[in-house]
């Protein structure tokens, strides 16, 4: 295995763990979880510093959702595709928030140079991680395109504005995700 595989290995089994232990994760857990000797987590990370960055980095990283959007089929109703591509951005951000919270309630606050701050940590930062995502949302709107009244690239937009502004709301009665696609295309006023 390369070492590039081997870190990957380790940061997938650990992601769960730091999840549920937060930074108090110990070295024997990680080695139990990756199922390998203690040494060769820090054969492969200089510390577990390291290894909680590259678990943050791996948390933030849209290719897993990108994967997700990508393979709902454009042939299915658009309600039925932006359900689906809801239901994975909210998942993303579940995994996302789960690991910054416990990293953070087990003391684990590690601010970073503004610098690091920009740049992010999927190619190049926060923005093309979300231009990214756009973009395969505007995929979902195009074969609906002639019927829509805004282009794709605005609904994908709005869509996102109101998908993710609602994820931050979320309360005991927050509407469902299919709730908040039925209200995204046909609003709030009954037909009349």
Known sequence: MSAEDRRAMI?????????????????????????????????????????????TAEALRPDHVLDAIAEIPVDQPLEDR?????????????????????????GRVKHRDPEQRQRGTWKGGRRESMAAIRGAMVELFTPEKD??????????????????????????DAPTTRQVVDFFLHGAVEAG
């Open 11 to 55: 940061v997938h089994a650990v992601l769960p763990l730091l999840i549920e232990h937060g930074a108090n994760v110990t070295s024997s857990q990680i080695a139990r979880a990756a199922g390998i000797g203690e040494g060769t987590i820090f054969r492969a990370f200089k510390d577990k510093d390291e290894l909680f960055d590259a678990c």
């Open 147 to 172: 019927r829509l009244r805004l282009p794709p690239e605005q609904l994908a937009a709005l869509f996102l504005t109101l998908l993710f502004g609602g994820r931050r709301l979320a309360t005991d």
């Open 82 to 106: 932006l359900v689906e591509a809801a239901e994975a951005l909210g998942a993303h951000l579940e995994r996302m928030g789960a690991l910054m919270s416990a990293l953070h309630a087990s």
